[in-house]
Structures are given as C-alpha cells and as structure tokens.
Nanobody, 125 residues
Framework: QVRLGESGGGLVQAGDSLRLSCANYGRAIESSAMAWFRQTPGKEREFVAA????????YYRESAKGRFTISGDRAKTTLYLQMNSLKPEDTAVYYC??????????????????WGQGIQVTVSS
C-alpha cells in the first residue's frame, strides 16, 4: 500500500516562508509526476504546482508563480514545496499527490493515483 504523508505545515505570518515535504511511507512506486493541491472548507481542491519527472517540467497556478517552488526526488518519491511571501489567501490544507502514468493534465485532480492525508497551512495577516 502506498502511503503519502505531508509535513512542514503550520501557522505563519504574512510574508513568511514555509517548506512542505511529502514522502512515501508505504510500498515503493515509480511515479511519472507529483503535485501539490490545496483545499479550503466549502471549496473544491485546487491545483498549486506539479512536476513531471520526464524532462523535469514544472507547472504552477498563476498565484504561485514567483513565490512557490516545487522540487523532489523521483527515485525516493519525495516532494517539496518551498513557499515564500505567503499570503492569507494561501491558507488551506495542502495535499501531495502522485501519478503513475504519463501526466496529461497537471492541474486536474483525477489525474493522480495517490494522495496524502493533507496538512494545514495557516497564514495570518
């Protein structure tokens, strides 16, 4: 069983930085891509960033460009999200996800096969 787990969340002030981590604590897999999504109460889960290991391509939601950086290690199925200049609107539960086959639509939740349980990030103003 694949078990993705996130860490590094917490409460910070606007303008601060956080680094989220995601690791696989279960059965080893070889993913083609991994991603970060986030969700706030009453809203759908939304795309934040993704990395396709083939060609090391990265994708970001518009509001994350220039502030967030996604990185990771395909062999270890680990993923990171460096978040700088955090804003109150970044407050959400953040989820990591992994995909086995070729990534087609990075921002679509149903693209991904495995999900972590999520971790809270709260940015105070």
């Amino acid at each position: 069983q694949v078990r993705l787990g996130e860490s590094g969340g917490g409460l910070v002030q606007a303008g601060d930085s956080l680094r989220l981590s995601c690791a696989n604590y279960g059965r080893a897999i070889e993913s083609s891509a991994m991603a970060w999504f986030r969700q706030t109460p009453g809203k759908e889960r939304e795309f934040v960033a993704a990395v396709s290991w083939s060609g090391d391509r990265t994708y970001y939601r518009e509001s994350a460009k220039g502030r967030f950086t996604i990185s990771g290690d395909r062999a270890k199925t680990t993923l990171y999200l460096q978040m700088n200049s955090l804003k109150p609107e970044d407050t959400a539960v953040y989820y990591c996800a992994a995909k086995l086959l070729k990534l087609v639509a990075p921002s679509v939740t149903r693209e991904y096969d495995y999900w972590g349980q999520g971790i809270q990030v709260t940015v105070s103003s």
